[in-house]
């Protein structure tokens, strides 16, 4: 995923489309994006899922008629990838005031932060164990 272009709006919400829906053909992912309140021309999302492909962010498969477009990027694989890019850019490289800002700037629900604390005892025990290495 390094080096990946970025993406527009309208690709993105074709990208979560794919994400939500799955896999489908370009009629039926313009059906989900009409619902969602997007009246595009079919050659519009056409147009918008070969952009899609070309940055790889989706794959079409073209053994089949009409073409399946399905996403080649996961939701948390883009999230991941760009939380680091904006830690680069905005912290130094350091992911940790990132964090803080987003923990700061939000409310969370009771699993959410159960959630969190696991994910920081899990961190906090690998750092131990590199320690002890």
Same mark, same amino acid.
């Given at each position: 995923?390094?080096?990946?272009?970025?993406?527009?709006?309208?690709?993105?919400?074709?990208?979560?489309?794919? =994400?939500?829906?799955?896999?489908?053909?370009?009629?039926?992912?313009?059906?989900? @994006? %009409?619902?969602?309140?997007?009246? =595009?021309?079919? %050659?519009?999302?056409? %147009?918008?899922?070969?952009?899609?492909? %070309?940055?790889?962010?989706?794959?079409?498969?073209?053994?089949?008629?009409?073409?399946?477009?399905?996403?080649?990027?996961?939701?948390?694989?883009? @999230?991941?990838?760009? @939380?680091?890019?904006?830690?680069?850019?905005?912290?130094?490289?350091?992911?940790?005031?990132?964090?803080?800002?987003?923990?700061?700037?939000?409310?969370?629900?009771?699993?959410? @932060?159960?959630?969190?604390?696991?994910?920081?005892?899990?961190?906090?025990?690998?750092?131990?164990?590199?320690?002890?290495?």
């Amino acid at each position: 995923m390094e080096n990946q272009p970025g993406l527009s709006d309208a690709e993105r919400e074709v990208l979560r489309v794919l =994400w939500d829906q799955g896999p489908g053909t370009v009629r039926e992912i313009k059906d989900a @994006l %009409t619902e969602r309140g997007r009246g =595009w021309a079919y %050659t519009t999302v056409s %147009t918008l899922l070969q952009r899609l492909a %070309t940055k790889q962010y989706a794959a079409a498969d073209s053994s089949v008629m009409p073409h399946i477009y399905r996403a080649t990027v996961s939701r948390d694989e883009l @999230l991941e990838r760009r @939380l680091k890019d904006a830690a680069h850019e905005l912290c130094d490289g350091q992911a940790a005031p990132l964090m803080l800002a987003l923990v700061q700037g939000n409310r969370f629900s009771a699993d959410e @932060l159960a959630r969190f604390r696991r994910l920081l005892d899990e961190a906090a025990g690998d750092e131990s164990r590199r320690k002890k290495s």
